[in-house]
């Protein structure tokens, strides 16, 4: 639950008489659920429209209750759903206008989730490149060195799957054990070989004259991927001789 100040004497500079609250003070009240905020993914935010603080005449940023509340709302459905923050906006801005709209059926579910119907046009979830390196808070050098390994790869458009957010975070947190991107070809190699023996199973399904049976493949694929990766976690903790959560 996100903590927003109570108006008390405790609050001291965090919040101005009417209630408006500095970004740090707004730092503070996400940091319970979202503790990978910073000030920098809180202005980037604000920068792409998500938000619209208030300006002091020195121009300093000063947050209502509500522009927090929106604020938990984006990172909340970037996180349990990955969206685009282009979609969040758009979905966000149209709640506002009062009109009954539904979740876009993008990304992917989280785990122990039941999986979507899918839509008549699905959408594929999709994020720029700067929204990347914001939302992975690296630098463009960073990034590239990433795709000179393999680790990403953009889109024909420049774009990257939403998929490339969990990539990049994945490879800053390793980072930190002193795993370089270099170290990482390894795991990149295993990953296609993988994803290549489960495109042999499902290929057949793919050129298969029948629709139905075509459609099939999707849900196939995402069936024996999710097999891959629970197969590829036990061997490494077996090997390793330890057991996750």
Not at 81 to 103: C, M, N, S, T, W
């Amino acid at each position: 639950m996100l903590r927003t100040p109570s108006g008390g004497a405790g609050q001291g500079a965090a919040a101005t008489d009417s209630g408006l609250m500095s970004i740090g003070a707004v730092l503070n009240a996400l940091r319970d659920e979202f503790p990978d905020i910073t000030i920098s993914k809180i202005r980037f935010l604000e920068s792409e429209g998500l938000v619209e603080p208030r300006r002091t005449p020195a121009g300093y940023r000063k947050f209502s209750a509500r522009d927090v509340e929106r604020l938990g709302e984006v990172l909340r459905m970037q996180r349990d759903h990955y969206l685009p923050l282009k979609v969040i906006r758009e979905h966000l801005d149209a709640v506002e206008r009062g009109e009954a709209v539904a979740l876009p059926r993008v990304g992917r579910q989280r785990d122990g989730e039941a999986a979507p119907e899918p839509a008549e046009s699905p959408t594929v979830a999709r994020i720029g490149r700067d929204e990347l390196l914001a939302t992975a808070e690296v630098g463009d050098q960073e990034l590239r060195e990433w795709e000179s390994y393999g680790l990403l790869s953009p889109l024909p458009d420049g774009a990257y799957d939403a998929e490339a957010v969990t990539v990049a975070s994945l490879v800053v947190q390793l980072g930190r054990f002193g795993i370089e991107p270099r170290h990482l070809r390894v795991m990149k190699a295993a990953a296609d070989r993988e994803a290549g023996l489960v495109d042999q199973v499902v290929a057949p399904l793919r050129r298969h004259r029948n629709p139905q049976t075509r459609a099939h493949a999707e849900a196939r694929t995402k069936e024996l991927a999710g097999l891959a990766v629970k197969l590829h976690a036990a061997l490494v903790q077996t090997a390793l001789g330890v057991r996750l959560p």
